[in-house]
């Protein structure tokens, strides 16, 4: 453990110093990566031409083919070419000369040379490179600054109640069933305990059906292990046997029944091959989203079922399995010129292809990703749980994003939605159940709200490590870590949050929308406690969440590193 806790100390401290190294290598990823599917689109629509007939054919019935390809092609075309002309250059120089400057008139916006063509392409990669890197070195002491605030925490002004709608967002319906039973059931007693409790964990009943739909042995209970949950004594995926599913299979998630995840098989002799009876055998109507997985190409029948769940507009995204084998293997037989972000870009672009030549049209709504076997949360995952989280059911995004790791900004934001909507739960528990503060007027539920802290930590991915660490960095969560037997450090920030929320306790309750719950808050002079613990909850969920920022930030650098490598 003390290796562990040293390990992210010198993380945290190099942190600032590896940020901007990490992001640059980031931004000329993504630069050369646009100008070469700019190119490959150019190519695919024929807009750029070579004044050899060869390279251009090539260009017409590439579909997204190399630049490497249609180059060798022009070279070999022009070097034949050249041999001729030696031959018999006095008689076709004249008509030749004539030819390119008619041809020039014509189409001088549409044809290129090869040679242009080449250096156009190179000095716009290098010119946005430059232009990417300029950008990044002006904003360079903009981000020292954010990274040195984020360093030091969200700070106990944070705890400041001015705008309770934004700042733990109150559900118009729920407020009206916790108040007409605050009203008829009583405002004390363990019972209110137990029904905000169960009010909490109504996320847990909003479930949602997610379809993982591939080919034998392409990965699909790989997979489903990660995105449920599934893991071993070493916070690794549980691998299954390999078996294939000869039928639909649910597999619950760990912490969320409700959402299940199906493994679906496609294609072959038997009757998942077949297209006209496929959507009713799988129930499709069922599924609020669907992972389509391969191992290396698109087909027809995956290609078709893409094209079916445009037309009803459900959620997908296809996905290629096992990158990482295949970058491991290019790395044992090329070590000196291997590219681990040229291999992803050849697999998506292969997809590309193979679903077009398949029928299929590329749009907004198609999106083509690549993942890892070995370790699944690495490469497009992120991606793919950002997807996810685009259905539009908010309870679909709600139950998918609290249940997922927090491997991507798209799930974290969805995740600390979620849970400010429960803040105000928590507050209004603690003053109907909870007990009076020492030297306060406060009343303050500590069991609750250690285990809606729990709660963050779980949901966060926060461990006893990262607590210990930011401990000894006089962080404003320092002693957080040492809670579950001393009540100490949350009386210490629910006092600021008391001093804090002292200048704003007269305008909480008229900013209250719901005029039953307004009038309970001042019939129980409940609103200075549930403005204290509010803000406490508030104070608290922020801090965690750019704990988690800073741990995913960390986590990019080191892929990006790996990638760089």
């Known amino acids: ?138 904003e360079q002491d903009e981000e020292e600054e954010d990274c040195a605030a984020s360093q030091k925490g969200i700070g106990y002004e944070a705890m ?87 039928r639909p299979k649910s597999y619950e998630h760990v912490i969320n029944p409700s959402l299940q995840f199906w493994e679906i098989p496609i294609g072959g002799y038997e009757k998942w091959g077949n297209k006209k009876t496929y959507w009713d055998l799988i129930d499709g109507d069922k599924y609020d989203a669907f992972l389509l997985l391969t191992k290396n190409y698109v087909k027809g029948q995956m290609t078709w079922l893409s094209g079916l769940l445009k037309e009803r507009g459900i959620p997908h995204i296809i996905i290629r399995t096992g990158i990482d084998e295949a970058i491991e293997t290019s790395y044992k037989k090329y070590p000196l010129s291997h590219n681990a972000e040229r291999i992803k870009w050849n697999a998506i672009k292969f997809m590309r292809e193979s679903y077009v030549e398949n029928g299929g049209k590329t749009d907004v709504d198609t999106n083509f990703y690549v ?73 303050a539920d500590f069991k609750m709200i250690k285990d809606e802290i729990a709660l963050y930590r779980k949901q966060l991915d926060i461990s006893d490590e990262v607590l210990e660490l930011v401990s000894s960095m006089d962080d404003p969560l320092s002693g957080i870590h040492n809670i579950k037997f001393d009540n100490k450090p949350l009386i210490h920030m629910l006092a600021h949050s008391i001093s804090q929320n002292e200048d704003y306790e007269g305008s909480l309750v008229p900013q209250i929308k719901n005029v039953s719950f307004r009038w309970w808050l001042t019939h129980q002079k409940a609103a200075p406690t549930f403005q204290a613990v509010g803000g406490l909850m508030i104070f608290l969920l922020l801090n965690f969440e750019d704990l988690c920022k800073r741990m995913l930030l960390i986590k990019h650098g080191d892929q990006l590193n790996e990638c760089a490598v």
């Not at 798209?410 to 105000?424: D, F, M, S, Y």
């Open 1 to 138: 453990m003390a290796t562990q806790a040293d390990n992210l100390t010198d993380t945290f401290r190099e942190l600032d110093a590896n940020h901007h190294a990490t992001e640059k290598i980031s931004t000329k990823y993504q630069i050369q990566r646009k100008s070469k599917e700019r190119l490959m689109q150019k190519l695919s629509n024929g807009t750029v031409a070579s004044s050899s007939s060869g390279f251009s054919s090539e260009c017409t019935h590439s579909h997204n083919g190399s630049l490497g390809s249609a180059s060798s092609h022009n070279s070999g075309s022009s070097s034949s070419s050249g041999s001729n002309s030696d031959s018999d250059s006095s008689s076709s120089s004249g008509s030749s000369d004539s030819s390119t400057t008619e041809g020039s008139s014509d189409d001088s916006s549409s044809t290129t040379t090869t040679q242009e063509l080449v250096e156009v392409i190179d000095a716009l990669e290098v010119e946005e490179v430059e232009t990417g890197v300029g950008s990044f070195e002006s």
């Open 371 to 443: 993942i890892g076997s070995m370790h699944p949360e690495k490469y497009d995952m992120p991606r793919v749980l950002d997807n996810l989280m685009n259905n539009p059911s908010e309870s679909i995004r709600t139950s998918i994003a609290l249940s997922m790791p927090p491997h991507s900004p798209a799930v974290i934001e969805t995740k600390i939605n979620a849970l400010k909507q429960r803040i105000w739960l928590i507050a209004v528990e603690s003053a109907a159940a909870g007990a009076r503060v020492p030297n306060t007027d406060i009343y």
């Open 160 to 246: 400041r109640l001015i705008n309770p709608g934004e700042q733990m967002p109150m559900c118009v319906t729920k407020v009206k069933e916790v108040t007409n039973y605050l009203e008829n059931k009583g405002s004390s007693g363990p019972h209110v305990e137990r029904y905000l409790r169960t009010a909490l964990n109504a996320w847990q009943m909003k479930g949602a059906n997610v379809a993982v739909i591939g080919d034998k042995q392409c990965g699909k209970s790989l997979l489903i292990n990660y995105l449920s949950g599934r893991r071993g004594p070493k916070n690794e995926p549980v691998k299954l046997p390999k078996k294939s599913c000869k």
